[in-house]
């Protein structure tokens, strides 16, 4: 029955970008009795779940970028030799079995998956992309929140937002109270988690004598540049690195 697996053999080509979205996290949110409209300790999951994709999954992503409950994960050499089925299975499930964990859930969670081409001179272009639709997640996010406070139901709130133009939106959320230029940047600009490599130097015992050796960690950034900004453009060309 091999023959029937019709895409087992599929394969991508480095670089690429895994785009990992949680599956009905509307529901979930409710669940956990998250605190609108962001809550810190979600976030920090997140971010964990991205730190451990990177040094824990055997995966070895270069870099995560995650706001809301979307983490886009940029790959400049892929395992499974690239194989399209297993990179988005194994990434999705990695993923929601690591949020359970950080967030002690009873509840079943579930990320879809999929993967963006890219070249290298697009890969800026991709996170500039994305860092946009943080920041329209977080215009969206306050103005719901100040609408249901206002007494609309989501859906209403949801309606009435729909196509407003950031102007009116800034407008809307000044007018009770929420300046949201002064919002807490990673709220505003996303989440960034990379590994870093570094070189220590000590005593070798097999050598028996002092040498240099690479070390790694992975760092977290919440206080991120605008990508797009000449400081985010370069920070984006030391991160994003060719295959």
């Known amino acids: 029955m091999r023959h029937r697996e019709l895409f087992s053999n599929l394969v991508a080509l480095p670089p690429i970008f895994l785009r990992l979205d949680g599956r009905t996290f509307h529901r979930v949110a409710e669940t956990w009795h998250l605190e609108r409209p962001f809550d810190a300790r979600f976030a920090d999951a997140m971010a964990r779940v991205c730190a451990r994709l990177i040094s824990d999954s055997g995966l070895s992503p270069d870099?995560?970028?995650?706001?809301?409950?979307?983490?886009?994960?940029?790959?400049?050499?892929?395992?499974f030799n690239g194989r399209v089925?297993?990179?988005?299975?194994?990434?999705?499930?990695?993923a929601a079995s690591a949020l359970s964990i950080e967030m002690e859930s009873t509840e079943p969670i579930s990320f879809d998956a999929r993967i963006i081409h890219v070249i290298p001179e697009m890969a800026p272009e991709y996170l500039i992309q994305r860092q946009g639709e943080a920041w329209r997640n977080h215009l969206n996010a306050y103005c719901q929140y100040a609408l249901m406070k206002d007494g609309m139901s989501r859906?209403?709130?949801?309606?009435?937002?729909?196509?407003?133009?950031?102007?009116?939106?800034?407008?809307?959320?000044?007018?009770?109270?929420?300046?949201?230029?002064?919002?807490?940047?990673?709220?505003?600009?996303?989440?960034l988690v990379q590994k870093r490599t570094y070189m220590v130097r000590g005593f070798n015992p097999k050598l028996g004598k002092m040498a240099?050796?690479?070390?790694?960690?992975?760092?977290?950034g919440r206080d991120l540049p605008v990508f797009a900004s000449p400081e985010g453009r370069a920070l984006l060309a030391s991160l994003l690195r060719s295959p």
């Open 63 to 79: 870099a995560a970028y995650t706001f809301s409950d979307e983490i886009n994960l940029y790959f400049s050499h892929l395992p």
């Open 85 to 94: 089925e297993k990179l988005d299975s194994v990434c999705a499930s990695f």
């Open 155 to 191: 859906k209403e709130a949801a309606s009435f937002l729909k196509g407003r133009p950031s102007r009116e939106m800034h407008e809307l959320a000044f007018k009770r109270g929420i300046n949201l230029a002064l919002t807490p940047a990673w709220q505003r600009r996303g989440i």
């Open 212 to 220: 240099e050796s690479v070390r790694s960690e992975v760092v977290t």
